[in-house]
Nanobody, 122 residues
Framework: VQLQASGGGLVQAGGSLRLSCAASGRIFSSLGMGWFRQAPGKEREFVAA????????YYADSVKGRFTISRDNSQNTVYLQMNSLKSEDTAVYYC????????????????WGQGTLVTVSS
């Protein structure tokens, strides 16, 4: 499974960005997907996750109500819509995937994208 994250950039506080993560192959609909982020000098942390059929979504408390994870299985893509961005959202954002599973911990995902940088200016 190869994952390609995109959509990062520079945005002012209060603004919005939408990240995308495209997966290779025809197995995307079998994958639980997650987004994680790593801020400078900090450990990577969970942001959001979605089950293979989008029946359930999960969010870190820090982004709940501001971020929305979604997926389009016909496009092999998962999205992270980020609204009301804050300076503390500045980080490299990674998408991750695992067959038939999802989780809030890094170890629950075998497949990772390369990361896309989000910078929020205050």
């Amino acid at each position: 499974v190869q994952l390609q994250a995109s959509g990062g950039g520079l945005v002012q506080a209060g603004g919005s960005l939408r990240l995308s993560c495209a997966a290779s192959g025809r197995i995307f609909s079998s994958l639980g997907m997650g987004w994680f982020r790593q801020a400078p000098g900090k450990e990577r942390e969970f942001v959001a996750a979605i089950t293979w059929n989008a029946a359930r979504t999960y969010y870190a408390d820090s982004v709940k109500g501001r971020f929305t994870i979604s997926r389009d299985n016909s496009q092999n893509t998962v999205y992270l819509q980020m609204n009301s961005l804050k300076s503390e959202d500045t980080a490299v954002y990674y998408c991750a995937a695992e067959f038939g599973n999802w989780g809030t911990r890094e170890g629950e995902y075998r497949y990772w994208g390369q990361g896309t940088l989000v910078t929020v200016s205050s």
